[in-house]
């Protein structure tokens, strides 16, 4: 009897120790298919063309805001374009921000000032960098592309009634300012519904919720786009707003769009 | 003789049940203490509405904050422009985004170096991982040294120190627990580093830094302080009662009255900080003085051959009063506390006055209690000391004429020294040079020239406002004024950046090192500038989100309060004559402390002067006489006026914790006045000469002022082995000023009641005099 139980015993700590191993590698893989499953539902709405409102908040209860209409073109094989122009403040209206994202590369930025009518480039380790000093950070305004991290199933959840997947993403760049982020996706539509962002200290550091999602229907599929998201930093007391006025896709934007030209002509 | 009330004859004949009750009483309010909490942020010396701390505040909040941990890097070479060096700086500025809670670090590593290459703006660190090489060096030499922004800042202007400094965002509240973390993260960082690069000193400084040096502070008094204490406690017993019973039961009282003011301060939702840690000693100064008043007296009752409970009651029947004025007197002093602006001071004064009060009740109630119950043995001894006494009271009216004049000549010199006296609230300076903080400090002062910093924050109400050139230009102004003041070591301005940003923008042509032509060209390179930084250095410390305010740093020279709070005035008068539309302010913590100092100086006036009419009533209505109720003012004042005379002659720095001192020794010194004009007046009042009552008066208190100055100037003598300057330089003067108090009340008094009395009894006789 004391035998068998010994023998038990040792095929349980067996178990235990492939079993492990086995466990983390299916979260990474689950986390990987859920992600790959999130890029595939918004691929093929092709270029949009965006109206924005932006508005900062600091702990003091100071406000400011700036407007900016956002045109995006989808690349197949590479992360998205896109082109802002700043409406206001009057001072830097006029001014055009036009960015590559990429996969595995560095982004490419440049902008337009029209007080010396120039297009400069932009450094492209600024990527953990504040956007227009708001909370937002130009990593957080790029595309998702899978590459861009690794991914770790953590539960399935409940988030404002719906059915979600719970999982963290690694930065793959060393160049990121965190550490991970967890991220909340339903499981209905694969959208994402909140972002936790731990700095490169590991501590938590802003948490980014979407609202008020709309729908748009490209050639049969359905495109999910969030009208409201909200940035806030947990340890500056500090947040950013950011509202979509309208939407519009199929604008018919190619590539022409989006290079240092069209930067100065944008207005 | 007046009867004992009931209650007090109740405890004596029924010590049993007092003793019991005594007990429950002291257990419950005990556990109190439980509740109590440290907070060490220095925070806690200003009032929530404080209007220094509220400027500070909002404009933390507008702005990043900026409590800080910056390690210096003082290399044994004389020039941190070699390769180990970057190497240390580089790998150390990495590590410093680990210490929780931070939010930012600068260095001359990660610093956000620009320049034009054709034509673009690079924007870019000024070491890299590995960039140790010789020509690198050189070129970041040449780039410090063109760059405003940090030449003085991140690197000395010799070039021998480097400073890595890390923003810490400190939650609101207390903050202590973070404190302590954030500052053990540091000492592992310096630690680790110190070892690896052994030719390297590195040192802590910062607001952070500077909060853990409280906690610490507080944390070895405590250590120190009090077993000090008790060791004292034991020593004067030993030496006063020759008794280890009496010992025993004044150790008790002590421990109680401790215990029990803890306990309700616990209940009261109190805190314990720098100044109220020290109450446990103050309390039990007070309290053993209590003690040994009651057991002096009964074991001279015994001697005389009274049975052990006549012999206490009898030792209750003359020390009520005194002890009951004694204590109301010295707790209203300390009350008087609650005038003050500091808050911490008020706590100290709260819970030392309840303190005083449960150590003048348990003394006269339990202290007899139990020393009725516990076995006594009572040794005959010589009576000596009484002659001693006598003689000394024959010398002084022998001598009054020339001890009069001589008085008064020490007082008019005391009133000269005075004046040297300065209010000097240097809150680095509170620390003694022990302390590794102010070590750090001092080579932060040698290298860099200073660590008080000065915000002034321009606000234009105007959104895009700082990028207008007209203030731009203003600002720019108010940088070359700040630079040109022989007190200041460096400023970070925003004019610099955009100076710079035009320069790059045009090539790096030195021409256009100035303020752009228009708004919207220095707002989009602000933009460009803006969209280039990464994580962490952004410009959210200098410019508000609206861009309608900017913050200008000034570095200053470790000033004394005056100064300091003159050159705030200095820099505000001539920018409102630059600038008058433009609304300024300046905060910054070393700002608070310059000006709570001439505040709480301020405040403790009106207090003083209250707590005077306060006991100076109750000296009148105790003695009934206007008379002795004016001449005990003139000797209340005198030994204040000697205290900070003496003070004046060999330090002359008074900070806020002197400020207190003379409400704090009031009722003290009120004591030994009180006790004297008591006896006097009795012999006078039996028909004696002036001198015979004066030297009655030296036979029957003289041993008793002596006995309680010496218990007093050794308790507070033990806060001046505090390391922490607040609570020794406290001590220092409390302890100069009851000496003071017993040499005025038993030479000049005497012989000013000599010159006072009988030139009326000449004229007039003498009992008619007294009033009633």
Known sequence: MKFVSRLN???????????????????????????????????????????????????????????????????????????????????????AFLSFSHAMEADEQWIYLPAVKRVKRIASRNKSGPFMSSEFAFE???????????????????????????????????????????????????????????????????????????????????????????????????????KTNSLEFEQGLDESDFDKNSLRRAR | MQKLPGWMKWCLHSPKFAILLFIALCAVTATGASQLYFRGDYKVFFEPDNPQRKAFEDMQNIFNKSENVSFLVVPAAPTVYQSDTFRLIHELTEDAWQLPLSTRVESISNYQHTYAEADDLVVTDLITS??????????????????????????????????????????????????????????????????????????????????????????????????????????????????????????????????????LA???????????????????????????????????????GMAKHEALAESLKVNTKPIVITSVTTAIGFLMLNFSAVPILADLGNMTAVGVMLACLFSLTVLPAMLNLAPLRVPGAPKHNASRYHKAGEWVCQRHRRILPVSLLVVAV????????????????????????????????????????????????????????????????LTNWLNQQPEVHHVTSFSDTIKRLNMNMNNDDPDYY????????????????????PYGLDLNNQIDINKSAVRIVAVLDNLGSNEFTAFESRARTWFAGVAPDLRMEAASPPLMFA???????????????????????LIIIALRSWRLGLVSLLTNL???????????????????????????????????????????????????????????????????LVTTTLVLAAGFGILTLSSFRLNSDMGALTVIIIVAALVVDLLFLPAFLMWLDKDKSQSRGTQNEIRE
């Not at chain 1, 998702?144 to 993403?169: A, C, P, S």
């Not at chain 1, 982020?181 to 972002?195: F, G, L, N, P, S």
């Not at chain 2, 020290?278 to 001697?303: E, G, K």
């Open chain 1, 9 to 95: 015993l040792v095929w349980l700590c067996a178990a235990m120790i492939i079993a492990g191993p086995v466990a983390a590698q299916n979260a990474v893989e689950q986390g990987l298919t859920i992600a790959k499953e999130r890029k595939a539902r918004d691929s093929g709405w092709n270029n949009s063309v965006a109206s924005m409102t932006m508005t900062l908040r600091n702990s003091q209860g100071q406000e400011a805001t700036r407007e900016m209409r956002v045109s995006s073109l989808e690349m197949q094989q590479d992360g998205d374009k896109a082109l802002t122009v700043f409406d206001s403040p009057r001072d830097v209206a006029g001014t």
């Open chain 1, 140 to 242: 957080d305004m790029t595309s998702f592309e899978v590459e861009k991290f690794t991914y770790n199933f953590l539960r399935e959840d409940k988030y404002e009634g719906e059915k979600v997947f719970v999982m963290e993403q690694m930065p793959q760049d060393e160049f990121s300012g965190y550490s991970k982020q967890i991220v909340w996706i339903d499981q209905a539509h694969y959208r994402v519904r909140k972002v936790e962002f731990f700095d490169r200290k590991g501590d938590a550091l802003k948490t980014l919720e979407f609202e008020d999602y709309q729908s748009h229907e490209i050639d049969g599929k359905q495109f999910w786009r969030p009208y409201r998201s909200f940035m806030y930093n947990q340890q500056t007391g500090k947040s950013t707003e950011l």
């Open chain 2, 130 to 263: 590995g960039q140790y090489g010789r020509p690198h060096i050189q070129w970041v030499r040449e780039v410090v040294q063109s760059t405003p922004e940090i030449d003085g800042r991140l690197v000395s202007r010799n070039g021998e120190v480097a400073v890595i400094n890390a923003t810490i965002q400190l939650p609101d509240g207390d903050q202590t627990k973070e404190v302590i973390e954030i500052a053990d993260y540091a000492r592992q960082l310096q630690d680790k580093y110190q070892q690896q690069f052994p030719d390297h000193a590195i040192y802590l400084t910062g607001m952070v830094i500077m909060n853990d040096a409280f906690a610490v502070a507080a944390q070895d008094d405590a250590q120190t302080l009090i077993p000090a204490m008790f060791v004292v406690i034991t020593i004067m017993i030993a030496l006063l009662t020759r008794s280890i019973v009496a010992a025993l039961a004044t150790l008790v009282i002590v421990a109680s009255c401790i215990a029990v003011t803890m306990g």
């Open chain 2, 266 to 304: 616990g209940w009261a939702g109190l805190f314990l900080s720098t100044a109220t840690v020290n109450v446990p000693t103050m309390v039990m100064t007070l309290a053993v003085a209590d003690c040994i008043h009651v057991i002096v007296s009964f074991r001279q009752f015994a001697r005389q």
């Open chain 2, 414 to 477: 005391s009133l000269v020294f005075s004046a040297n006296n300065e209010l000097n609230d240097i809150a680095v300076k509170y620390f003694g040079e022990s302390s590794t903080f102010r070590q750090a400090v001092n080579v932060q002062e040698d290298t860099m020239g200073g660590m008080s910093n000065i915000d002034f924050v321009i606000y234009t109400d105007q959104e895009y406002g700082v990028n207008d050139p007209t203030v731009l230009h203003q600002v720019d102004e």
């Open chain 2, 514 to 533: 100035r303020i752009p032509e228009n708004k919207e060209i220095a707002s989009q390179y602000l933009l460009l500038y803006e969209m280039s930084l």
């Open chain 2, 595 to 617: 000006h709570i100092g001439a505040r709480n100086m301020q405040s403790m006036v009106w207090g003083t002067i209250l707590a005077l009419v306060l006991i100076s009533g």
């Open chain 2, 638 to 704: 005198i030994p204040a006026g000697i205290g900070f005379g003496v003070w004046g002659m060999f330090s002359g720095q008074i900070n806020m914790a002197l400020s207190v001192v003379l409400s704090m020794t009031m009722g003290i010194i009120v004591d030994d006045t009180v006790h004297f004009l008591a006896k006097y007046q009795l012999a006078r009042q039996q028909g004696q000469s002036v001198r015979d009552a004066i030297i009655y008066t030296f036979t029957t208190v003289g041993q008793a």
